[in-house]
């Protein structure tokens, strides 16, 4: 992965997006903190909101558009009032989200899923129109294997859990830089 952020560029990222979450619950204008060099970067960022290590919300985008900053302001916002999976957060729920941010690396086509490393690649899959995609984490938190993994990728995407055996199936690995609000506490 090329992209690089400092400790307190990552600090910053997390504050962006409780910030954003924060004002937009309580409809006010957001303070936001200066931001740094490294979050006018561009790159893809999913920003993942848990409740006591349950999965409250999470939203993101594939490829990125503008700076970091900029990016993780609205997949904060999305992932909180946006996910269709979950209803808006609440008030109540702002101060027990823990968020995490995965600033994703360039996608890259692979030829086999034998080039999946469990722990290192998300994996993006497409077929006949259908897509679905998993964060380098996922699988680890949940204890899966390659073709685990793809079983559930194919589901996530609402087509058969072999689809990925397909020829028509187009995967695609990248790899995440993973850091959270409990990083710095």
Not at 20 to 25: R, T
Not at 70 to 83: L, N, P, Q, S
Not at 146 to 164: F, H, M, Q, S, Y
């Amino acid at each position: 992965m090329t992209l690089q952020l400092s400790d307190e560029d990552r600090r910053v990222l997390c504050a962006i997006a409780r910030e954003a979450i924060a004002s937009e619950m309580e409809a006010r204008s957001p303070a936001y903190p200066p931001t740094t060099a490294g979050c006018e970067q561009v790159a893809g960022a999913f920003v993942t909101l848990t409740i006591e290590g349950e999965l409250r919300g999470c939203i993101g985008t594939m490829v990125g558009r503008a700076a970091l900053g900029e990016t993780v302001k609205a997949m904060a916002k999305e992932a909180a009032f946006g996910d269709p999976r979950f209803e808006p957060l609440r008030k109540d729920e702002l101060d027990l989200i823990e968020i995490e941010i995965t600033v994703l690396g360039p996608m890259k086509p692979i030829a086999s899923p034998a080039e999946i490393q469990i722990g290192i690649h998300g994996v993006y899959l497409t077929y006949h129109g259908r897509s679905a995609v998993f964060l380098p984490q996922v699988p680890v938190e949940w204890g899966w294997d390659v073709p685990t993994l793809l079983e559930n990728l194919c589901r996530k995407a609402g087509v058969a859990p072999n689809a990925w055996k397909s020829p028509d199936a187009e995967l695609y690995v990248f790899e995440g830089l993973i850091f959270s609000e409990k990083d710095f506490q």
